[in-house]
């Protein structure tokens, strides 16, 4: 285990060996900071319709307004953070499953592991977003919880496939052959063992969810199915095409979140594959 | 899944509230029993996976006495039209210009990689939108979306021709130019780490010309992306349903918004059944391809019996 320090001068290391990893993660914490300080610098209703009407951008208001008066810089403050919250916690949701399913089906094997990869490949079959149409329809009112539910049930199966590859060619390793004469239970090695092993593996997916997940949720919410009660940036999207921002040319409306969603993915994205050169020695050569 | 929505059908079928109580009445035995629902839950899901074999799936709700499998076989085709045309360019272009950007190197990849990059991350439906802004609203060459009538029937004429092409562009464009990019960077990636590779060096050092290279190269690289196709083709199915329902677009996505909205279960059965069986369909499809362009495959296959 290496200390605190030993830590910090990793990342400084992969910082400045990696400019991906700069450019990523800036553009993220660029929107995180946006999302958590943003209220604070810019403390405007984004609900609170006024009468200036599909103003452009201006000094007062620096993203324009919407059909209904409305602060556009408002909403995506408001709606980045909530986009990267249902992000962050279906995520969570997503990697639990997914290490779960496709953990104790790869180590276990057998019986388990055929049902789990026949469960896993029919829902790889079904396209998500279909089936997320249906699920979010049962729900008259959806809180972000509930999307973050039905996000989180439907996303894992890719994850767990791969889980279960890796550990598939963890299992047959000394190390776990030490565990078993030590007399361990089968889930400690699993859990203490053989997962600890892919921590950067499955750190990557994690980043790579929250991307799966924000764009999930941006669709969702761009065909009226999403949260109710909240505005995300699938919202804003929403919004301007149910009042036909295009109809009244009114780019500021629509190009903003879309724009923050593509970044935000993007610079997961980004994040993801500088993590990958940097475990991955072989793509660290070759680039 | 199947059974919450075979099992959750009906309900709100019986509102029509201009009838008197004893009609309201007998109209609502009369649907209850037309949509089987005085039958248990299993006995429903049983007839459901039954009517599956024979697609049969019952009479719509929101479009009373039409039945489901004519309006999916309405829809699909407008659907489908869309989609393969737009996965089999998108394919070629995004592979062409991928080696393109790995074989040139220099401006031409800096400009591009990124371009490819930001495509193949933004949302279909935000670059739709982007396109009838610029296209229609602003240069006015396309109409502003929305604009097949139900009853649009298809026949030959150059006129209708014109206009369904008029319509179809930028919804084909906007399924298809996130997939282009997809499919470059993956090319991209894999013919820098081809031409790297011994073989190229050796024909390097004879004295081969670049392009012949490039051709060996392109060959090497083709594999992996044709295994990737299936898992694309059931990412581009479901974000052409976002598509279709922000185009107004006839096809099953926005059936399917429409049956979710109006709460007509069996529309929504038969569109969900639809959907998955296309995409099963296109990756069997997809396999038998591979099979066909990597012989080894169908060598591993036979000398397993």
């Given at each position: 285990m290496k200390g605190a320090r030993g830590l910090i001068a990793e990342a400084i290391y992969a910082l400045r060996s990696s400019p991906r990893l700069i450019i990523g993660s800036s553009i993220f914490f660029f929107y995180v900071v946006l999302a958590v300080i943003g209220p604070l610098l810019?403390?405007?209703?984004?609900r609170k319709p006024t009468?200036?009407?599909?103003?452009?951008?201006?000094?007062?208001h620096p993203l324009g307004t919407d059909i209904l008066g409305r602060d556009l810089f408002a909403q995506l403050i408001h709606g980045t953070y909530y986009s990267l919250k249902i992000g962050f916690m279906a995520a969570i949701l997503t990697s639990i499953l997914g290490i779960m399913i496709g953990g104790v089906g790869g180590y276990f094997g057998g019986v388990i592991d055929d049902l789990l990869t026949l469960i896993t490949n029919i829902f790889l079959c079904v396209p998500t977003i279909a089936l997320l149409i249906i699920l979010a329809a049962y729900f008259r009112v959806r809180s972000e919880w509930i999307v973050i539910l039905l996000l989180g049930i439907t996303t894992w199966p890719s994850m767990a496939r791969s889980i279960r590859s890796q550990i598939l060619s963890l299992k047959v390793r000394e190390f776990v052959d030490t565990a078993k004469l030590c007399g361990m239970s089968s889930l400690k090695i699993l859990f203490r063992e053989v997962l600890p092993n892919m921590l950067a593996y499955i750190v990557m997916y994690f980043i790579l969810n929250i991307a799966i997940a924000i764009v999930s949720e941006a669709g969702l919410s761009a065909i009226g199915l999403g949260p109710t009660e909240i505005i995300s940036l699938g919202m804003i999207l929403r919004w301007a095409i149910v009042w036909e921002a295009v109809r009244y040319g009114a780019w500021w409306w629509f190009i903003p979140p879309g724009l923050s969603i593509t970044l935000i993915s993007l610079s997961l994205l980004m994040i993801n594959d500088a993590l990958d050169k940097l475990y991955n020695p072989r793509a660290r050569t070759t680039r | 899944m199947k059974i919450v929505a075979a099992g959750t059908a009906g309900g709100s079928a019986s509102t029509a509230g201009f009838l008197t109580e004893s009609q309201v009445k007998r109209l609502y035995e009369y649907w209850v029993r037309e949509f089987e629902l005085d039958k248990p839950l299993h006995i429903q899901y049983i007839s459901f996976i039954m009517h599956c074999f024979t697609l049969n799936f019952g009479v719509s709700i929101r479009y009373y006495p039409t039945r489901v499998t004519e309006i999916i076989a309405g829809a699909l085709p407008w659907s489908l039209a869309l989609l393969i045309p737009a996965i089999i360019v998108g394919w070629f272009l995004g592979n062409y210009l991928g080696a393109l950007a790995a074989y040139k190197r220099g401006i031409f990849d800096h400009l591009l990689y990124p371009f490819f990059l930001f495509i193949a991350q933004s949302p279909h439906y935000w670059l739709a939108l982007i396109m009838v802004y610029i296209?229609?609203?602003?240069?006015?060459?396309?109409?502003?979306?929305?604009?097949?009538?139900?009853?649009f029937t298809f026949t030959f004429t150059l006129d209708a021709i014109v206009e369904v092409m008029r319509h179809y562009t930028l919804p084909f464009l906007s399924v298809m130019l996130p997939y282009v990019g997809g499919e470059a960077i993956g090319m991209r990636a894999l013919i820098l780490y081809e031409m790297g590779s011994d073989y190229a060096n050796y024909c390097e050092s004879l004295g081969f010309n670049k392009w012949k290279i490039l051709k060996y190269a392109f060959k090497n690289a083709i594999l992996p992306q044709v295994t990737g196709l299936p898992l694309y083709f059931a990412a581009a199915f479901g974000g052409q349903i976002v598509t279709e329902v922000v185009f107004g677009y006839p096809g099953i996505g926005s059936l399917l918004y429409e049956a979710v909205l109006g709460q007509d279960y069996p529309l929504i059965q038969g569109c969900f059944f639809t959907i998955v069986a296309v995409t099963i369909i296109g990756n069997f499809l997809m396999d038998i391809l591979y099979a066909y362009i990597d012989p080894r495959i169908k060598l591993g296959y036979l000398g397993e019996k």
């Open positions: 810019y403390p405007v209703d984004p009468f200036e009407h599909l103003q452009p951008p201006s000094l007062q | 296209f229609s609203f602003y240069l006015r060459w396309f109409p502003l979306g929305r604009a097949y009538s139900p009853t």
